[in-house]
C-alpha cells in the first residue's frame, strides 16, 4: 500500500463510502495505529468523531462501590514513576491527561476544552507547536484550581534528568511551554512534529499537581508526600494506598464532568494470579473488573459459562514475534558473541528463512493458544493491492518449506537432521517463561522437526529476560540463541518508537551495554533512509505510507517474523459499562463506568 | 547457664553480620535489575534506566553499597523500596498482621493436631487410627499447596459458594461481622497451609514418640502403675520433644516469613506476597530488609531451642 | 539401642527354628524384620514395579511425548490415550512414563544429597564441642536465611554453561537440580541429627561404650547414629515427595529441564488451572506422586522398625 491508495481511502471516508471504524480496522492491518489513522483522517478534513461515550446515569454516585482486580498490585500512584501499566492504570483513578484515545483512533478531551485542530486554528501548519485549551473551573482535590502553570509544571517536572521519570520520552521534545493566559499553553518543540498528540496525552500524559509537588522536583522527588497520597483532578478521592496490596477511593463530589461519577467508592484489590482473577469476576462474580487477562482462551470460555461476567477484547498494537539471529551467537568476537561482525551460520541463506517463515502453524497458536486474545499475522502486508483477511497471508506448510530446503541443497542425513557442507541445522530457541509461550514453543519444535530442522528450547525465567542487566546472557538483547520469541508493545500511540527497533543505530551490542533496541541485528540501508524520512515527514498519510513501507522491508526480509498481534483481555461483571480502548489505558474514561441494573 | 545465653548472644553478633554480608553481596550478584518493565518499552528512553541506576546507587562497588546500608540500618534506616519507592520497614510493617494472623494461626493448627495424632499414632503403632493418620500425612505432603489450594476454592468458593478466596486486609465492615468476615477469609489458607505442616509434624511426632515408647524406663514407669496418661505425658512426649523442638524452631521464622505459595493463592497480603513481588522485580532493598529479619528469627529460634534441649534433657550440658 | 541390646534372647526364641541353625546376624535379623512388615514390603512391590514401568514403559507405549494433536485435546482416558490427553493434545501416558523417570531420580538423588549432608554436617557438629559446633550452626542458620529464588537465578547464570558443558545438557541440568534441591534440604536434618545427638552421647551406653575405650569414630558410627536415625528416616521420606514438588517450580524458573520435557511436578503444575475442565490431567500426576511417596514412607517404617531390634512383632 503506497502514499496514494491512503489517499484514495481517506476520500472514501470522507465521502462516506467507507466507515470510519472500517478505516481504522485496515491501518492497523497494515502496522499502524488507531491514533495514527485518527490523525490522518484528522488532517485530511475528517475531524474526531464527537464524544460518544454512552451513560446513562442521571446523576452522580448510587452506584455502590466499584471493586477493581489487579493481579499485578500496583505499587506507586505517581503517574511519572510508573513502572508499568498497573501503575498507570491505578493513577488514572486520581490523575487525568488533558486528552485519550479512544478504541477507533479519536482523541478525546478530558481536561482539555478542545481538540486542537488545523480548523480551530490551534495547530500550526509547520509541526513546530500546538496551542491546547484547558477546561475552565476543574478543580483539584484539595479545592485549588487547575491551571496552565500546573501543565507547564509536568513537563519541568519530567524533564528534569535528575526526576528520572519514564514519561520524559514523550515530552523531550518540547523546546518551550508559552503560557498564553491561565487556561491556555502553547507548547513549541524543537523540531517538526507530525505527532503533536503524544505530551499531555493518554497514560503518559497525566497531570499532577505544581503546587504539592513543585518543592519535589529532581533528586528530591521520591520525598514527595503526595507520591503515596495522589491529589488529581479525576473522579475520585484518595482514601488509602497500600502498596503492592490495595488502593480505597470515594466519588470526588466536585468532579468536572456533570453527572460523574456513578460509583460511591472505589476498593482495587492487587496480587495473586491471572487465572484466579479472571475466576473472581467471570465465575464468582466477587469482582467487577479484572485487569489484563493472560489466560488461555479455553479457560476463560470456561470461566465465563459461570455466567457472571463476560471477558472482553479490544484491539491492540502489541505483536508477538519471532526473531531470528542475523549475527552467529555460537562464535564469540572481542568478547561478545552475536557480534554484529558475525553472520549467522544458517540464516544468511533466505531459503531457511522462507522456510522457517512456513514452518510456523499461526492459525494454530491463534486456535488453540490465544483463542480471542490474539490474532495470528505473518505479514503485516502480503498483497498491496487489496487488503484481505488477515487469516489468509501467511501459510503453514511442511511440505513447501521441506522443499525449499531440498532445493537449497539442505539434505536430510542420517539421523534425518538436514545438513549442508557438513554442518546439520540445529537451532537454540529461547523466549520467556509463560505458558502460552511454552505451549508455541512445542508446536513450533515439532514442525521444525518435521522439516528436519532440530530444535533446543529454552526458557528463561521473566525478570531476567527482560531486565537490562549488561552481564547476564540470558536477557532478550543479549541474543545469545538462534531464535527468540518475545512480545514487544506498542504502549505508544504513535509507531515511531515502536519502529526504531530496526534501524542499524540501535542494534544490541556490547558497545552499548546491550542497551539498543534492534535485537536481530537486522540491518538495512533501504530501511534507515526510510526511517530518517518519517520522522521529519509532517503530512501524516505520506509518514503513514512510510511506516508501511517500513513495516515491509522488515517483515518480507523473514528475519523477523510476526506471528499474533495480542488482543488486550479484560473481565468485567455483568451489567458493567465500560468504554474500552487499545490505545490507552483500561481506566481511561473511569469516570464514565456505570452498573446497568 | 546466664554465662551460656550472654556467650551466644554476644557470639550471635558477628555471625549475623556475616550473614547479612553474604546476602547482600548474594543479591547483589544475583540476575536481573529492577528495570525490566522499563527495559521492554520502546516509550522509555535508556538514558532513564541509566538516571535510576545512579539515582538507587547500584552501579556503586558492592563493598560500598553494603557499608552504605550497614550504617544506615544500624542507624535504623532500611531504605526504601525500588518499586513502590516507599520506606521498607513501613512496607513490612503494613504486612506483618496479615502473616501473623494467616501464618501464625496455621502453625497453631498444625501443632495442635500434629502432637496429639503423632502421640496416639505411636502409641499403637499400625492399629486403624494409626493408618489413617499416615494416610492423612501422605496425601497432606505429597500434593503441593498450590494445588490443595485450588481444590478448596472450586469447592468452598466456586461450588458452594460458603467462602470467599480473594483475602482484603480491609473488610469494610465493623462489630462482629468484622470478625466474622475474618474468620471466613482466613479459613481457607489456614487450613492449606496448617494441614500441609500438619502432616509432616505429625510423621516425625509418630516417629519420636516411638522411639521412647519401647524404652526400659517407660516400661518400668507403667509397671510401677502410673496411670498410662500419666506415662505418655511426663514420660514419653517430654523425651520425645527433642526432634519436635528442633522442628518448630525451624518453622517459627516462617510465621514472619510468611507463606508464598499460599499468600499468592489466596491474594493475603502478607510478608510472604512482599518478598515474592519483590524478588520478581528485582527489588533488592526489600528483599534485603526482609531475608535480614528473617535471619535474625532463624538465630535466635535456633538459640532458643539450643535452651530448651537442656531443659527438656538436663544431661545436655551447656558450654 | 542398637548397639548394646541386639542379642535379646527373647526375641531370637521367638522365630522358627529353622532360623536357629543360622548364625545369627543383626544385619539378618533386620532384614527379617523388615520383611514382616507387611506394608514394607508391599511397597517395595510397588516401587519396583512403578521403576519398571518407567523403564521398560517407552518400549511398549510407543507413542512420542511430544506429538501434538489439536483434534484430541484434554481428551479423557480412551484405549488410543489411557491417561487421557493435554491442553495439545500430547498423550499423557507417554509424557507420565517419560516424567517419571527425571521425578523419581530427582526425588531419590536430591533425598540422598540432602540427607547425606544433614547427617554428616549434624553428627559432626552434635559430636565435637565449642567452635565446630558453632560454626557448623552458623552454616545451617546461613543456609536457612538464603532466599531461595534470586540464589536459584545466581546458580543457573552461574553454573548451568559450565555444567552443560562437562556433563551434556542433560545430565549437566540433572546434577545441578540434584545439587541444588539437595542443598537447599539438608539443614533440617543437620538441626535434627545434631539435637539426637547432644542427648544421646551423654546417654549410659554410649558413656559404657567410651569407657571401654571405643574409639571417637566407632562411637558415632555404631552406638549414637543408629540411634538418632528415627528422625532422618521421616525427614527423607518426606524430602523425596518435596523434591518431586521442588522439581516443578525449578522448571518453572527456567532452572530445570527444558520446557517441553515433562515431569510428575511440572505436570501438576500444568494441569492445575484445568483443574475443573480436565480433572484427569492431574489425576495422574497427583497419583503417582502419592503412590511412590506412600509406598516410600511405608518402606521407611519398615526401615526404622527393622532397625530397632526392641520391636515385638
Known sequence: ?597 | MGNYLLRRLIVAVPSLLGISLILFVLLALAPGDPFGELASNPNIPPEVREALRIKFGMDDPIMVRYFRWLVAMIHGDWGFSFASRVNVDTLILQRIPATLYVVGTAQLLALIVAIPVGVLAARRPYSIFDQIANTFAFIGFSLPTFFTGLLLILVFSVNLGWLPFVYRADIPATGWMWWWENFKQAVMPVTVLGLYQAASYTRYVRSAVLDVIKLDYVTTARSKGLDESKVIVKHVVRNALIPVVTLVALQMPTVFGGAIVTEQIFRIPGIGSLLISAILANDTPVIMAVTFVFACLVVLFNLIADILYGWLDPRISFR | MAGLTHASPSVETAVAPAAKKRRFSPGRDAVRRFLRHRMAAVSIVVLALLALAIVVGPWIWRVPINEIDFTARLAPPSWDHPFGTDDLGQDLLARMIYGGRISLAVGFAAMAVGLFVGVVIGAVAGNSKGPVDAALMWLTDLFLSLPQLPLLLLVIYLFRDLLKGLVGPEGGTFVLIVLVIGGFRWMPVARLVRAQFLSLREKEFVEAARALGASNFRLVTRHILPNALGPVIVAGTIDVAAAIIAESTLSFLGLGFPPDIPTWGRLLFDAKDYLDIAPHWALFAGGAIFLTVIAINFIGDGLRDALDPRKVM
Open chain 1, 1 to 597: 500500500m503506497n502514499e496514494r491508495d491512503l489517499r484514495n481511502q481517506i476520500a472514501d471516508v470522507k465521502a462516506g463510502r467507507l466507515s470510519r471504524r472500517e478505516f481504522v480496522q485496515r491501518m492497523i492491518a497494515v502496522g499502524l495505529t488507531a491514533p495514527m489513522a485518527g490523525t490522518m483522517l484528522a488532517h485530511s478534513g475528517v475531524a474526531f468523531a464527537a464524544d460518544s461515550m454512552e451513560y446513562k446515569p442521571t446523576k452522580a454516585g448510587a452506584g455502590g462501590p466499584l471493586k477493581l482486580l489487579f493481579w499485578q498490585a500496583p505499587t506507586l500512584l505517581n503517574p511519572h514513576f510508573a513502572n508499568g501499566t498497573k501503575d498507570q492504570e491505578a493513577s488514572r483513578l486520581f490523575y487525568e491527561p488533558l486528552a485519550g484515545w479512544d478504541a477507533d483512533g479519536n482523541l478525546v478531551p478530558i481536561l482539555a476544552a478542545e481538540i486542537p485542530s488545523k480548523e480551530n486554528g490551534l495547530l500550526a501548519a509547520d509541526g513546530m507547536s500546538v496551542t491546547w485549551k484547558l477546561k475552565q473551573g476543574v478543580k483539584w482535590h484539595d479545592g485549588k484550581p487547575f491551571t496552565a502553570d500546573d501543565v507547564i509544571f509536568n513537563w519541568e517536572y519530567s524533564v528534569n534528568p535528575d526526576t528520572a521519570a519514564v514519561s520524559v520520552g514523550s515530552y523531550r521534545g518540547i523546546k518551550a511551554i508559552d503560557k498564553i493566559d491561565d487556561y491556555t499553553v502553547k507548547l513549541n518543540f524543537k523540531q517538526p512534529t507530525p505527532f503533536w498528540a503524544d505530551p499531555f496525552v493518554a497514560a503518559y500524559g497525566l497531570i499532577i499537581p505544581k503546587h504539592l509537588f513543585a518543592d519535589y522536583i529532581g533528586a528530591k522527588s521520591r520525598e514527595a508526600p503526595a507520591n503515596l497520597k495522589p491529589v488529581g483532578t479525576g473522579p475520585y478521592v484518595y482514601v488509602d494506598f497500600k502498596p503492592g496490596d490495595s488502593i480505597a477511593a470515594k466519588r470526588n463530589p466536585d468532579y468536572h464532568q456533570a453527572n460523574r461519577p456513578y460509583f460511591d467508592s472505589v476498593e482495587v484489590k492487587g496480587g495473586g494470579d491471572a487465572v484466579s482473577a479472571a475466576r473472581a469476576v467471570l465465575q464468582t462474580g466477587e469482582y467487577d473488573y479484572a485487569y489484563n487477562l493472560q489466560v488461555e482462551d479455553e479457560i476463560l470460555t470456561k470461566l465465563e459459562a459461570g455466567g457472571q461476567g463476560k471477558a472482553q477484547l479490544t484491539v491492540t498494537g502489541h505483536i508477538e514475534y519471532i526473531a531470528l539471529n542475523v549475527t552467529d551467537p555460537w562464535t564469540e568476537v572481542d568478547g561478545e558473541r552475536a557480534s554484529v561482525k558475525t553472520k549467522h551460520p544458517f540464516f544468511t541463506d533466505p531459503a531457511v528463512r522462507k522456510a522457517i517463515n512456513l514452518l510456523i502453524d499461526r492459525a494454530s497458536v491463534q486456535k488453540f493458544i490465544y483463542g480471542r486474545a490474539g490474532v495470528a499475522t505473518a505479514n503485516f502486508l502480503n498483497n498491496p493491492e487489496r487488503f484481505r483477511s488477515p487469516n489468509n497471508k501467511f501459510e503453514f506448510s511442511i511440505e513447501k518449506a521441506n522443499l525449499i530446503l531440498e532445493e537449497a541443497g539442505w539434505k536430510k542425513n542420517s539421523s534425518g537432521v538436514r545438513e549442508k557442507d557438513g554442518k546439520p541445522i540445529k537451532l537454540v530457541f529461547q523466549t520467556s517463561i509463560n505458558a502460552p509461550r511454552q505451549k508455541n514453543q512445542a508446536i513450533i519444535k515439532q514442525a521444525f522437526q518435521k522439516a528436519g530442522i532440530e530444535v533446543e528450547l529454552k526458557s528463561v525465567v521473566a525478570s531476567v529476560f527482560f531486565s537490562s542487566d549488561p552481564a547476564n546472557p540470558d536477557t532478550y538483547p543479549h541474543f545469545y540463541c538462534d531464535m527468540e520469541m518475545y512480545q514487544t508493545t506498542m504502549p505508544q500511540a504513535d509507531p515511531q518508537f515502536f519502529m526504531n527497533q530496526f534501524t542499524s543505530w540501535e542494534v544490541a551490542s556490547k558497545e552499548n551495554k546491550w542497551q539498543g533496541r534492534n535485537i536481530s541485528r537486522w540491518q538495512n540501508k533501504d530501511y534507515d533512509e526510510t526511517y530518517k524520512q518519517a520522522s521529519s515527514e509532517l503530512d501524516p498519510v505520506k509518514r503513514a505510507a512510510l511506516f508501511v513501507k517500513l513495516n515491509d522491508l522488515v517483515v518480507q526480509d523473514n528475519y523477523i517474523l510476526p506471528e499474533i498481534n495480542r488482543r488486550n483481555c479484560i473481565g468485567l461483571k455483568n451489567g458493567m459499562v465500560a468504554n474500552k480502548s487499545g490505545w490507552d489505558n483500561d481506566l481511561w474514561q473511569i469516570a464514565n463506568w456505570y452498573r446497568e441494573t
